[in-house]
């Protein structure tokens, strides 16, 4: 599974340290050859339950791409890999979807309910709701996993950064954390219409304890 690797993404990919990291790289680099790569060394030579990682990417066309390519590498074994966007996996956080019956909905109006799902799942899995419900809701929907890896991470928006920090149970005991591998490129935001900034790398890095990034400059 590392063949065809270069040295920075052979280490990252390795690593068993159980530590988290942050690659960033431009376009063309191979930054989701390493996601890929990283999720079949975990399957294949770490034997980590399939069931125990959840993948997100931005847009669900890079969603497919990541199941084809993670299955083009490990076969069936992909199949039990969560690979989905932001949205989604808080639409399945929270048990949701969409409703086609009645009316149709704009372009807008189901952006602005993919936004009330996103914070209604960090909200859900917090550990600031009252009472010990974050608590009970995590051990419930997140037992069992306990690898995360981000893919386009510098698309990110404050919404998604809330998601993927209470998935990761950044705020909790460190044997109840789940290790996070993000990915991206921080001289490209072609979202930034939509909150996202390149803030969130530097965030990532104080907050996820990332004291230098892995930098790909091979273009491939």
Not at 18 to 23: P, S, T
Not at 124 to 144: K, P, Q, V
Request: charged share 30%; aromatic share 8%; net charge negative.
């Amino acid at each position: 599974v590392t063949d065809g690797l270069n040295s920075v993404q052979k280490a990252v990919v390795t690593d068993q340290s159980g530590r988290n990291r942050l690659v960033l790289a431009g376009p063309g680099s191979g930054k989701t050859r390493i996601i890929v790569h990283r999720v079949a060394y975990l399957l294949r030579v770490q034997h980590v339950p399939a069931s125990s990682i959840i993948v997100l990417t931005f847009t669900r066309l890079a969603a497919l791409e990541v199941k084809r390519r993670l299955h083009g590498l490990v076969g069936n074994l992909a199949r039990a890999v969560t690979v989905l966007t932001y949205d989604g996996m808080a639409m399945r956080l929270l048990g949701v979807r969409f409703d086609s019956k009645g009316r149709e909905q704009n372009e807008r109006e189901i952006s602005r309910q993919y936004e009330k799902w996103c914070e209604e799942a960090a909200a859900m899995l917090s550990d600031s709701i009252s009472g010990g419900d974050g608590d009970e809701a995590r051990e419930r929907i997140m037992s069992g996993f306990r690898y995360i890896l981000v893919d386009e991470y510098q698309d990110i928006s404050e919404r998604h950064y809330r998601l993927v920090s209470a998935l990761a149970g950044r705020k909790r005991d460190d044997e109840d954390k789940l290790t996070i591998l993000a990915v991206g490129d921080d001289d490209q935001n072609i979202f930034a219409y939509n909150g996202s900034s390149n803030d969130y790398i530097l965030r990532f890095q104080e907050e996820y304890g990332v004291d230098s990034p892995d930098f790909l400059t091979f273009n491939y």
